[in-house]
Structure formats: C-alpha cells, structure tokens
C-alpha cells in the first residue's frame, strides 16, 4: 500500500491541529483519505491487490450499478479502505489526546 498504518498515524499527527480546530473532523479525514488513492493505473491496481479482501468490491455498497470502468470502481474501494484506516487510526490518536490531556 502506498499509505499504511504508520504513514497515516504520522499524517495525522503531522496535521493534528487542523483537526483538532475543526468542528467537523470526519469532513477532513474524508479529504485525507481521497488525497491517499492513487490517480494512476498501476498504483491504482497494486494498492487495490494490497488492500484487505473486506473491501473488494466495497463500490456495491454505495448503490453504484457497476457502469463506471474497472479502475474506477477499484478507486472506490480503496476510497472506502482509506476511510476506515483513516477513521480508525485517528480514533487511536484522539483517545491517546484526551488521555494525556486528562
């Protein structure tokens, strides 16, 4: 994966005070997650052979009938991979946040 676990928990520390000043921080790791999805074909492919088998064919779930071209729907599943490992990680990094901060 072009962007895994360590990559994004730095990210996501890298830009904590952006989030940590937005009153809606699931707009912003939206954004994060949509800038990690490659834009090339082969990236697009090894990242999508890479990413865990839960979110193959993801793209069904969004009501998406299937028309758009294969890189496309792969696209989408690693949109929806990227969300969750985004959410996730930065669910880890808050509670870290608030423990220190306590």
């Known amino acids: ?3 895994n676990y360590l990559d994004i ?3 996501l520390i890298d830009n904590w005070e952006q989030f940590a000043s937005n009153q809606y921080p699931e707009d912003l790791l939206r954004e994060f997650a949509d800038s990690a999805v490659p834009i090339y074909y082969g990236e697009i492919i090894e990242d999508w052979q890479e990413m865990p088998s839960e979110f193959t064919d ?6 998406t009938d299937g ?3 294969i890189t496309t729907l792969m696209q989408i599943d690693l949109l929806n991979y ?3 490992r985004y959410q996730l990680i ?3 990094i808050a509670e870290k946040m608030e ?3 306590a």
């Open 1 to 3: 994966m072009r962007m």
């Open 9 to 11: 928990r730095q990210e």
């Open 58 to 63: 993801s793209w069904q779930d969004l009501g």
């Open 67 to 69: 028309s758009a071209g």
């Open 82 to 84: 990227y969300e969750d």
């Open 90 to 92: 930065y669910n880890v």
């Open 99 to 101: 423990a220190t901060n």
